[in-house]
């Protein structure tokens, strides 16, 4: 359900694409003509009534609607008039009524569904110029809503009071561009004043309900890809091989967001803050790559099941990858990241099991940062493919080289650092009890182990025993670094097989 309804959204909001202008001509049966096409390209079938007045166009009655796979129901939109007038500087303008409806239904675990949600625009224009294989768009809107309009289950239509969806874009100024040679190349700016949300449910059989509100404040997009002429949106890898790519990311200023819940008797409340963040993507045919951060997050968490709130604080938070999916005996990149600085907790948390405040409480941190080379033996974004890959005998894929950047861990006073470097041969997996066998260097770096383990013990954490054998652990492996409580490690593993430790053979 929810694929259908981003595409509903995604071709409303066409109409809300925007660029600079062009230098040349374009009429409006050239821009209609290129939304038709567009539109029908990618598995819409558009209906409706046009009509020629001067340089004017109407299209009255305009429907654009997409069966969904295995006729499991329909998405479709619906404007009651869309008038395209051309300028005498050679543009065009576009005028759409300020209320456009977006019906969903089908099935959904079993159940039948109806939704129809609102697409609102107010205070909006939009001008497109250009030349037909080369059209630039120019739009802005006071506030741009989506809105749940009706909702039924098992034709059973819902009370108003059951469900609410909506999402406010406030001042929105976009830029966009499509060109057409071969493929459909495009490249779009968006900038919002805010992103307001307030969605809220209730079981009508019995007392367990929901709401989630929050806002986006400072939201821009910068972005582009290219659509070919002619795919098939349903099928994900289809649309690669014909040449499908996406490269965006949103960024935003800040934000805050409120979630309360009851269920099973249960009351849950949750609450964030952020000091801004961002959401990149690019997907193509090779490699597919996200990359997710955040930075000064606060959050605190109130359940019936804890006598005090759950407060979370994190100076930065991110999470990014980027992978090769094409088979291909050639080594690709590949690159992971994860981070969260800073982290700290509420002194209602630290004293449930530190209530002598034995331990520092300086904040947390957990990093690592890995990049490589490997080898991507079959295509696992084919579902055929993704399915019998537990069945299968060899692993899709083989890490050549990895090169580890950073990795931390850094709490209660003590601190672990590492880097290093690692080739593998994956044609012995014998040395390593079935690992393919690495070749390469590790420098590592411990800080305050000795004295956490002291406030382990002194705080009943942590045996005597269990700390000297720790202690003894270190001494075989660690020598004592420049600093105080500090202790360094160089491990190698060479072509043979062999692990050293600081020069000392261990394996």
Do not use: C
Not at 30 to 59: C, F, P, Q, R
Not at 202 to 210: L, Q
Not at 316 to 327: H, K, L, N, R
Not at 468 to 492: F, H, N, Q, W, Y
């Amino acid at each position: 359900m929810n694929a259908y309804f981003t595409r509903g959204i995604g071709a409303a909001l066409l109409f809300a694409s925007a660029t600079q202008m062009a230098q040349a001509d374009v009429t409006a049966q050239d821009v209609w003509a290129d939304w038709k096409n567009y539109m029908s390209s990618v598995g819409y079938d558009v209906t409706g009534s046009e009509s020629t007045s001067g340089g004017t166009l109407t299209i009255s009655d305009l429907s654009m609607s997409m069966d969904m796979p295995e006729g499991e129901g329909t998405a479709s939109i619906a404007m009651s008039s869309l008038v395209l007038t051309g300028n005498s500087d050679g543009t065009v303008a576009v005028t759409m009524p300020g209320t456009m409806p977006m019906h969903i239904s089908g099935q959904d675990g079993g159940e039948e569904f109806d939704v129809v949600i609102n697409y609102n625009q107010s205070g909006n224009s939009l001008i497109v110029s250009g030349s037909p294989n080369d059209m630039s768009y120019n739009y802005a809107a006071s506030q741009v809503n989506l809105a749940l309009a009706s909702l039924s289950v098992n034709e059973k239509q819902m009370p108003p009071g059951l469900a609410r969806v909506s999402v406010t874009l406030s001042n929105v100024i976009s830029s966009a561009q499509m060109k057409q040679d071969g493929m459909r190349d495009y490249s779009q700016r968006m900038s919002a004043d805010s992103l307001n949300y307030d969605m809220a449910f209730k079981d009508p059989d019995s007392d367990d309900n929901g709401e989630w509100t929050g806002s986006i404040q400072g939201l821009s997009f910068q972005g582009g890809g290219v659509i070919p002429l002619e795919m098939n949106t349903s099928d994900f890898q289809a649309m690669l091989a014909a040449g499908f790519a996406f490269d965006g990311m949103f960024e935003y200023a800040s934000g805050n967001s409120n979630m309360r819940a009851i269920g099973d008797g249960q009351d849950f409340s949750f609450t964030s803050t952020s000091q801004g963040g961002k959401l990149g993507a690019k997907i193509d045919a090779s490699h597919i790559a996200y990359d997710v951060s955040q930075k000064g997050t606060e959050i605190t968490v109130t359940t019936n099941q804890l006598p005090f709130p759950i407060s979370l604080g994190m100076a930065e938070t991110g999470f990014s990858i980027d992978i090769p999916v094409a088979p291909s005996d050639q080594e690709q990149d590949f690159a992971m990241s994860m981070k969260m600085r800073d982290f700290t907790i509420s002194d209602m948390i630290w004293g449930m099991f530190d209530p002598g405040q034995v331990l520092p409480r300086d904040p947390a941190t957990i990093a690592l940062d890995l990049s490589g080379k490997a080898k991507v033996l079959m295509n696992f974004l084919d579902p055929e493919v993704a399915e019998k890959l537990d069945d299968l005998n060899s692993p899709p894929g083989e890490v050549n080289a990895l090169t580890i950047k950073e990795m931390l861990v850094s709490a209660a006073g003590a601190k672990f650092s590492a880097t290093g470097d690692f080739t593998f041969d994956n044609s012995d997996l014998a040395s390593f009890d079935g690992m393919p066998a690495p070749t390469g260097v590790a420098n590592l770096e411990l800080n305050g182990a000795n004295g956490l383990m002291d406030k382990l013990i002194q705080m009943g954490m942590m045996s005597d025993s269990d700390a000297m054998g720790a202690r003894m652990m270190m001494g075989m492996l660690a020598v004592p670094g420049a600093g105080e409580d500090t202790l360094t490690s160089e491990i190698k593993i060479n072509g043979e097989g062999h692990i050293m430790a600081n020069g000392q053979r261990i394996k």
